[in-house]
């Protein structure tokens, strides 16, 4: 399958992107030429949507840990809710870095409610009890 499409603020040069979305694992081959996107190599519309999203402005599952305050452990493992821009995880892992939150805690707790004003939370990934 090979899709064109024209864009604006396009990314230069190319990429060979693994497809994630399932099993199949395609190679998809991402490229700007004359100033339109090629997309060469899924096998249906979902990879052809990670591929260009991997090419134009890729984003992540943020995890890592946080302070705890009178907690059973002193850090709990956190995960944003959604995927964050790449080029704002180390900005957004900087922050997490400045927040101490307070025991018990429930997995799936807000622990940062809109980090960086964007509409992604950063949540407990599991149960913390309070330190006896
Ligand atoms: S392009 Fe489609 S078929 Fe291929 S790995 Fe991605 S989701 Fe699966």
Known sequence: ?????????????????????????????VEKING??????HSCKRGEEY?????????????????????FLPLVPVRSDTPIPKDRLE???????????KA???MGDILIEKVLGLEINIIASRDLIESK
């Open 1 to 29: 399958m090979s899709t064109k499409s024209n864009e604006t603020e396009l990314p230069e040069g190319f990429k060979d992107i693994r497809c994630i979305i399932c099993p199949t694992g395609c190679l998809v081959h």
């Open 36 to 41: 339109e996107l090629i997309i060469e190599g």
């Open 51 to 71: 591929a260009r999203e991997e090419f134009v402005a890729p984003k992540r599952i943020l995890t890592t840990t946080m302070q705890v305050e009178s907690g």
């Open 91 to 101: 900005e957004t892992l900087k922050e997490i870095a400045k927040v101490k939150t």
């Open 104 to 106: 018990p805690i429930k």
